[in-house]
């Protein structure tokens, strides 16, 4: 049956089109990993399979950051290390997310030392967060699945960097929601 005669019997089909933009990109995340640590493992079984990544339109991780759009920090970031994660986060297209994965992005875990960041969103601004050590592939689902449910209830808003390569973090003063969600 063709959508037209469907429409001739049932009524008509109406929506905007942000509904359907939301929707699309809920359903078409694409992320790019960085698996600095231990934590990559348990993302790489995350990618598998066994989990079905595939129903929520995550199956491909993109290597480039041009073409993601969820960037998954999974890992110890260290200080000559955290501008380049910045680089790679300004590379990529608006809008953009992040999920810190594991203990040590997430608050630099069991490394308290001078040269390992303390968390991730000191120099990012990240949207939600997956405890463990290193967490299991079901908790990053979770995770993902929190990242779209933020895209379908509203889009972050476009932020465009006009600076240099590696630009400070976006201040978020004039909206009063909160920027991350912990994920257990």
Known sequence: MGLD????????LTTTVEAVLKW????????????ISCCAIEMMAFASP???VARFGSEVFRMTPRQSDLLI???????????VVR?????MPDPKW???????????????????VQGIDQ???VDAYVSGCPPRPEALIKALMVIQEKIQ???KPILFNFGKDVSPTPRQEEYHTPMTEIVI
């Open 123 to 125: 120099f990012l601004p």
């Open 73 to 83: 920090v999974a890992g110890t970031v260290t200080y000559k290390m955290a501008w």
């Open 50 to 52: 066994r989990f079905d």
């Open 24 to 35: 699309a990109q809920k359903n078409s995340v694409w992320p790019m990993p960085l698996g």
């Open 153 to 155: 209830k509203k889009h």
């Open 5 to 12: 005669k469907l429409l001739a019997r049932e009524g008509f």
């Open 87 to 91: 680089k790679i986060y300004d590379q």
């Open 98 to 116: 992040v999920i810190s994965m594991g203990v040590c992005a997430s608050t630099g875990g069991m490394f308290r030392s001078y040269s390992v």
